[in-house]
């Protein structure tokens, strides 16, 4: 079955540090792996994409990393901000056969704190 | 969530009452789906289309309907089949199908059965 595994649930870090999210995932084949961000009653945002080739993708202080051989990404946030609390959700795209049916963790739920 | 609007954002229903959720879009894609986000669980397939008056059942889409008549539009109706209708509701669109396309999504609306 195919599956996304978010850790942690939770997370509470004081404004200024760095975190670390992390996403398992047992989806195959496997097509490209997004990380977003939902903030409390929005819809989610595209925060990176990366394909199987692509091991670090950034976008500002977000920066997602990918290891195909495990089935292992992260997402690293660096120098947090009071507006980076949100859910963060890991999202993997199986390969063609099953479409663009998008397979979504549960998410990692972070508060930055001042 | 620019060019997708969802309506209402909060909707109350009694048992028994069929409602409906709006999801307009001016981003010219040709695919659309419904989301149901429960706390603590990933976002599930209710419904999506990849054309006008083309649609295909998700993984959970016992007690809802929809209909895709015009591109720019994709109500989703949960009726009093649905037995635990309450959840966040996420509409989304993509330029195709594609499994490489990224899904936009909406703001969201909040159903809550009285």
């Known amino acids: 079955k195919n599956q996304v595994e978010q850790s942690p649930q939770s997370l509470i870090i004081l404004e200024g540090k760095n975190c670390t999210l992390q996403c398992n995932y047992t989806v195959s084949p496997f097509s490209n792996l997004r990380w977003y961000k939902q903030d409390t009653g929005r819809g989610p945002v595209s925060l990176t994409i990366m394909t199987f080739s692509e091991n670090t993708k950034s976008n500002g202080r977000y920066t997602a990393t990918l290891d195909a051989d495990t089935k292992q990404s992260s997402l690293h946030i660096t120098a947090s901000q009071l507006s980076d609390s949100a859910s963060y959700i890991c999202?993997?795209?199986?390969?063609?056969?099953?479409?663009?049916?998008?397979?979504f963790g549960a998410g990692t739920i972070l508060r930055v704190k001042s | 969530d620019g060019g997708i609007t969802q309506s209402p954002k909060y909707l109350f229903r009694k048992e028994g009452q069929n409602v409906t959720l709006s999801c307009e879009q001016n981003?010219?894609?040709?695919?659309m789906y419904w989301y149901r986000q429960d706390p603590g669980q990933g976002l599930r397939l209710i419904y999506y289309s990849q054309i006008v008056n083309d649609f295909q059942k998700g993984d959970i889409a016992e007690g809802y309907s929809v209909s895709r008549e015009k591109k720019e539009s994709f109500p989703l109706t949960v009726t009093s089949a649905q037995k635990n209708p309450t959840a966040f509701y996420l509409c989304?669109?993509?330029?195709?199908?594609?499994?490489?396309?990224?899904?936009?999504f909406g703001p969201g609306t909040r159903l809550t059965v009285l």
């Open positions: 989304a669109t993509s330029l195709t199908s594609g499994s490489y396309n990224e899904q936009f």
């Open positions: 999202v993997v795209t199986p390969g063609r056969e099953y479409g663009n049916k998008l397979v």
């Open positions: 981003l010219n894609h040709d695919a």
